[in-house]
């Protein structure tokens, strides 16, 4: 999508500090994190979130989560961590292209707000 910016920062086109890459997902620090570890997970194929995802995306979503469990895991905040999908704008979804949060560092509090 030529002007979605996570696209963007898939791309290169912006820049972000990028943690991970393979053929699937990309990695990079949150902008404003909310925790010691505050990473977004995106597929490099746009879709504008979960409620726009279809059957033939159940792969890809599937990878962002494996993602972000080797990222927990080589941050080495498996005592706890949480994976996020904000999904349409009351949720805080901002960004129109399909993100997983992974939050940990720190405890959580739960529900989440
Ligand atoms: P959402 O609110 O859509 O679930 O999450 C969007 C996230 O993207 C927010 O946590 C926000 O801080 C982050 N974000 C927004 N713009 C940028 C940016 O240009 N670069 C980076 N690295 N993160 C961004
Ligand atoms: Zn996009």
Known sequence: MDNCLFCKIVRGEIPSKKVYED?????FEDIDPKAPTHV???PKKHIEGLNKATSED???IGRCHLTAAKIARERQIEDGYRTVLNVGPKS?????HL????????????PPG
Do not use: K, N
């Open 58 to 60: 159940a792969e890809i």
């Open 99 to 110: 993100h997983v949060h992974l939050l940990g560092g720190r405890d959580l509090r739960w």
């Open 23 to 27: 053929e699937h997902t990309f990695v």
């Open 40 to 42: 977004l997970i995106v």
């Open 92 to 96: 805080g979804q901002s960004v129109f």
